[in-house]
């Protein structure tokens, strides 16, 4: 029993971390969740394995796979990974981390279970590495793309603005436009969406009041994407 205690306690602090990394990141999936998952996880595989022992003595010989449930769990976890992945309006995609920390706190589980702590401890130690420091490392020392943020400006502008005159200043400060949407609105003016990057040490409002300085807008939105 107290070997079962162990490795529930395990698989506990395995999803705590885990639970607490997405938590400070206010990402649907957080601390209750991953502790739910990781200790399910676990506790499946111990009835699994404790199952087949227990039928193997009664019969005399192996009628099921130790691991049969444990299987189940890794391809049930993503239905739970499907369901925080979410296409926003903008269309951009999001969850996509926290389906994978879904099923990494699945895995941990599973590992505390079948009695491999030592290597359970090792996976969530990389798997935090990789969630936390690898992007700050690749940010520094990577291609220049990696340091880019994706800016949402929602511009309206009067009838009789050249709007290729207004993209070209927008070029001028330093931001790439990567996609445009033009529309006309009832009262004459236009309203033009622009999906664009710029680097990331760059403040939001800097880049608002240099908008505001550029003839013919009228109004300005900005929302940041990540």
């Given at each position: ?136 490392i690749m940010k520094w020392i990577g291609p220049r793309a990696l340091r880019q943020i ?10 009789d603005t050249n709007m290729s005159e207004v993209m ?59």
């Open positions: 029993m107290s070997i079962i205690f162990v490795k529930l306690g395990f698989s506990a602090i395995f999803g705590l971390i885990i639970g607490i990394e997405r938590e400070l990141k206010n990402k649907p999936v957080g601390l209750k969740t991953s502790l739910v998952i990781s200790i399910s996880s676990c506790l499946l595989t111990i009835v699994s394995i404790e199952s087949a022992e227990n039928y193997s003595q009664l019969t005399g010989q192996t009628v099921m796979d130790p691991m049969r449930l444990a299987a189940q769990i890794v391809s049930g976890i993503g239905f739970l990974g499907a369901g925080v992945i979410l296409r926003r309006n903008n269309d951009v995609i999001s969850g996509l981390t926290t389906a994978a920390m879904i099923w990494g706190a699945s895995g941990l589980g599973i590992a505390a279970g079948a009695g491999f702590f030592k290597e359970a401890a090792i996976g969530a130690f990389f798997i935090m590495i990789s969630v936390e420091l690898v992007p700050l994706e800016i949402k400006l929602k511009l309206i502008v009067d009838s070209r200043q927008i070029n001028e400060l330093k931001v790439k436009i990567v996609n445009v949407r033009i529309k006309d609105l009832e009262n004459d003016n236009r309203k033009m969406e622009l999906a664009t990057k710029i680097y990331e040490r760059r403040y939001t409002t800097d880049l608002y009041d240099d908008l505001k300085k550029i003839n013919g807008i009228k109004s300005i939105e900005i929302e940041t994407l990540n």
